[in-house]
């Protein structure tokens, strides 16, 4: 059974910092290209931030030179650090685990909600 369970999300202050981690089961972590998204109320989901195995990064825009993704593959974890938070970033961030190049499938957490107040 694979499980991500998101941890981290919260109430901060805008300039303020939070870290989300992502403890991954059920999959075999190392190969899998770890991600976080997020989705604000009235919008569509949408990519924040993704690694590979091999420690690849992609970042939306909005979050670069703010944001990092990290991973522990010893741990199976994936982290967020998110820093410098903006109102805009209020939402609820989800963690996602890509094997499709595997032939595999996608995987989604439950979601943490993050809340950006000014």
């Known amino acids: 059974q694979v499980q991500l369970v998101e941890s981290g999300g919260g109430l901060v202050q805008a300039g303020g910092s939070l870290r989300l981690s992502c403890a991954a089961s059920?999959?075999?972590?190392?190969?899998?290209?770890m991600g976080w998204y997020r989705q604000a109320p009235g919008n569509e989901r949408e990519l924040v931030a993704t690694?590979?195995?091999?420690?690849?990064?992609r970042y939306a825009d909005s979050v670069k030179g703010r944001f990092t993704i990290s991973r522990d593959n010893a741990k199976n974890m994936v982290y967020l650090q998110m820093n410098s938070l903006k109102r805009e970033d209020t939402a609820v961030y989800y963690c996602?685990?890509?094997?499709?190049?595997?032939?595999?499938?996608?995987?989604w957490g439950q979601g943490t909600p993050v809340t950006v107040s000014s």
């Open positions: 996602n685990a890509d094997l499709t190049s595997y032939g595999g499938m996608g995987y």
């Open positions: 690694m590979t195995s091999g420690g690849g990064t």
């Open positions: 059920g999959i075999i972590f190392s190969m899998a290209v």
